[in-house]
């Protein structure tokens, strides 16, 4: 079992920045990848960033020189820095860790609950 708990969403203007933070707890060991998901209303859940336990990262066209996913070992969490928001951005956002098990189908998926980005003027 992993545990995930999101936090450092808020409201914040047009321009500004936020930095989340995924704390992670339980069977890290397992984990591979970690990422930042969002869903916005009426929309369907989307990737925005991953790492790998390698340090590997990913970041979807939309977000691509605005937002930063890295990650402290020591403390176990994850993080993504949003600089340059814009009103888009706005949805609740998931911290999402990728894991290995040792029954079919060997993966799983653990997920946070969420921490609500609005950007508003």
């Known amino acids: 079992q992993v545990q995930l708990v999101e936090s450092g969403g808020g409201l914040v203007q047009p321009g500004g920045s936020l930095r989340l933070s995924c704390a992670a707890s339980?069977?890290?060991?397992?984990?591979?990848?970690m990422a930042w998901y969002r869903q916005a209303p009426g929309k369907e859940r989307e990737l925005v960033a991953r790492?790998?336990?390698?340090?590997?990262?990913y970041y979807i066209d939309s977000v691509k020189g605005r937002f930063t996913i890295s990650r402290d070992n020591a403390k176990n969490t994850m993080y993504l820095q949003m600089n340059s928001l814009k009103p888009e951005d706005t949805a609740v956002y998931y911290c999402?860790?990728?894991?290995?098990?040792?029954?079919?189908?060997?993966?799983?998926?653990?997920w946070g609950q969420g921490t609500q980005v609005t950007v508003s003027s």
């Open positions: 999402n860790a990728g894991t290995i098990i040792t029954t079919e189908p060997y993966e799983y998926d653990y």
């Open positions: 339980g069977n890290i060991f397992s984990v591979y990848a």
């Open positions: 790492i790998t336990s390698g340090g590997i990262t």
